[in-house]
């Protein structure tokens, strides 16, 4: 009597998923990002100036990453919530999983190829108003974990980005750029920070492409 191939089959796909092997990525989803109505509102209430102290910047002003809950800091934290299948040590370092960059869709198994982008750069958000905060109102800002401000990417792409804004950078995902838009956006609105004229119009632009 022949056996079907079929339970052989469902095993094995079912050790895989346990394994974390065929399991899919998570999407990197912030808390807090607005409806395209909420964000243009934001956007239009958005105070533009130009950009100023770019000679002052120090990253250690903007303290990070923080003690967020027991062993795990921030970076830890976002590891986790952005991943899928996340397997930690007992200091909280992440050892296993499966991390989806939607920047640029890459799929990493290695937390070391995983960075944490601050959506809006801690060097825009001092040129846009920054400097004038306390030392623990940035600390505050570099941990957020509130508001759609901290997202787990490929590190390449994250150190392409840099400092930049929406008007010399995004996503090379599209479809991601009104997403994108809407996280500046809510940043931006929520600590009460400047934009420049260009880089008002580039978010203009990526908002004009959401569906809601």
Known sequence: MRLSPRPLIAGLTAGLITLGLLASPAQAAPTGI???ATAQTYLNAL?????????????DLFPHWITISGTCNTRETVLKRDGTNVVTS???????????????????????????DHVVPLAEAWRSGANAWTTSKRQSFANDLTRPQLIAVTDNVNQSKSDQDPSTWQPSVSSYRCTYAKM????????????????????????????S
Do not use: F
């Open 90 to 116: 007992s200091a909280c370092a992440a050892t296993s999983g499966t991390w989806y960059s939607p920047y640029d869709g890459a799929t990493w198994t290695a937390a070391s190829d995983v960075d944490i």
């Open 184 to 211: 500046w956006i809510a940043v931006k609105y929520y600590w009460a920070l400047k934009l420049q004229s260009s880089e008002k119009t580039a978010l203009q632009t990526m908002l004009n492409t959401c569906s």
């Open 47 to 59: 105070t533009v100036a130009a950009e100023a102290n770019a000679s002052t910047y120090d990253r």
């Open 34 to 36: 607005p409806s395209k």
